[in-house]
């Protein structure tokens, strides 16, 4: 019996870290043209006109991988009613405190949360962009809208971007190299994910 069980497919790890690599590179070069005390990080990027130049196209790949994301897994991520005694008791997740806690699916109500989180901020995000980015398209209310929504939506996104790092290694380790490598062993999955671990297994 092999000890290790596919989490991720090749599709789905590519697709997630295609849409992290666009998003790190869409955050950093966002907040070098968001406030003129950060604008050195353009140097890190090639500079400002390049960094004005990629920076929508960053955001655009993003969008896809992530919409390629959500075609996938948007009907895994609909809560449950043990999703909602999970979130109650979330703060016992946090400690390790595993004691009353319902067993996860494949995705535990906090990585579902993110995942609506992150689709509804890469959203507006786009719409958003999309607008600055022409703006000669749109009429000025919109424009002003816009301006306004982007950097909300990206403090948002990126705010959850921290905690899913946070997550995804000190908190639960074994959860990175999931999407890096796309498997697990049978006793993490057991141990975090209870109930994905027996429809995978068969027992």
Request: include cysteine.
């Amino acid at each position: 019996m092999t000890t290790q069980i596919e989490r991720f497919s090749f599709a789905e790890r590519v697709s997630h870290w295609t849409s992290a690599l666009c998003f790190l590179y869409a955050a950093f070069t966002g907040l070098a043209l968001w406030s003129p005390r950060l604008f050195w990080l353009s140097g890190v990027f090639g500079g400002g006109e390049t960094v004005r130049a990629w920076h929508p196209w960053a955001g655009l790949i993003f969008s896809v991988a992530l919409g390629v994301m959500f075609k996938r897994w948007a009907g895994q991520m609909q809560l449950d009613q043990d999703d909602q005694v999970w979130l109650a008791k979330s703060h016992l997740y946090a400690q390790h405190i595993e004691a009353g806690i319902p067993e996860s699916g494949r995705f535990n109500a906090g990585q579902k949360m993110m995942f609506w989180l992150q689709s509804a901020s890469a959203f507006f995000l786009l719409l958003s962009g999309l607008v600055i980015w022409f703006p000669e398209v749109a009429p000025r209310s919109a424009r002003l809208i816009a301006i306004l929504l982007h950097p909300v939506c990206a403090s948002v996104s990126m705010g959850g971007i921290i905690v899913h790092f946070y997550m995804s290694t000190l908190a639960v380790p074994g959860a990175l190299s999931a999407m890096v490598h796309g498997t697990v062993s049978r006793g993490w999955a057991r141990s975090h994910h209870g109930k994905w671990f027996r429809e995978v297994d068969g027992r």
